[in-house]
């Protein structure tokens, strides 16, 4: 079964370091691995996405992530933390087998410090 | 604009009492999907469509119905039969395929639904 794991309830960066929010996944195949952020009260917003090609993806509001096939992970990073990057954020990977389901991680609040 | 509209955005229900929440998608998408959220479970899929008049059950069905009699409607109905319906409810789109924008889930502002 396609599975992916968050292990960090929440993340506490200064604002300014960089951030890792962290990301494993058990696919059969090749995975199409996403993030999402949602706000308060909100629907989640589409930050990235990976699928085929190179293993850094970049994406809205300076983010990025790294594909790592080995280690079966997508974390989520960013260079430099801004305290309105204090959000829920969710992985996700979509399901290969015949459907178009698509599996969410439990979320990691971070929370950006000034 | 294209987007996905969900409504209403706050519904209170009584115990015993079905409710419907309304989804309308104007971005041509195939798929839609049901979502519940509860803190700290993150989001469960209850239904999802791929196509219209077509559905299939999640991993939490149980209490919930939808139909899909057109490509951009997917309402969901909260039985009386689903014993703690009090969650956030998200309702999402997307379109398969290999074009730029084709597998991204596309979400709702989300309905809060409070069993009283």
């Known amino acids: 079964a396609q599975s992916v794991a968050q292990p960090e309830d929440q993340v506490n960066v200064a604002e300014g370091n960089p951030l890792t929010v962290k990301c494993t996944y058990s696919?059969?195949?090749?995975?199409?691995l996403f993030w999402y952020v949602q706000y308060p009260n909100r629907g989640l917003q589409f930050l990235l996405k990976?699928?085929?090609?190179?293993?850094l993806v970049k994406g809205s509001y300076g983010f990025e992530a790294e594909f790592n096939k080995s280690q079966t992970s997508f974390h989520l990073k960013k260079p430099s933390a801004l305290v309105s990057d204090s959000a829920l954020y969710f992985c996700a990977v979509r399901d290969l087998s015949g459907t178009y389901k698509y599996i969410f991680g439990t979320g990691t609040r971070l929370k950006v410090l000034a | 604009d294209g987007g996905i509209t969900q409504s209403p955005k706050y519904l209170f229900r009584k115990e015993g009492q079905n409710v419907t929440l309304s989804c309308e998608q104007n971005?041509?998408?195939?798929?839609m999907y049901w979502y519940r959220q509860d803190p700290g479970q993150g989001l469960r899929l209850i239904y999802y469509?791929?196509?219209?008049?077509?559905?299939q059950k999640g991993d939490i069905a149980e209490g919930y119905s939808v139909s899909r009699e057109k490509k951009e409607s997917f309402p969901l109905t909260v039985t009386s039969a689903q014993k703690n319906p009090t969650a956030f409810y998200l309702c999402?789109?997307?379109?398969?395929?290999?074009?730029?924008?084709?597998?991204?889930?596309?979400f709702g502002a989300g309905s809060r639904l409070t069993v009283l």
């Open positions: 990976y699928i085929t090609g190179d293993n």
């Open positions: 999402a789109s997307s379109l398969p395929g290999l074009g730029s924008g084709a597998n991204v889930l596309t």
């Open positions: 971005l041509n998408h195939d798929a």
């Open positions: 469509s791929q196509i219209v008049n077509d559905f």
């Open positions: 696919v059969s195949g090749n995975p199409y």
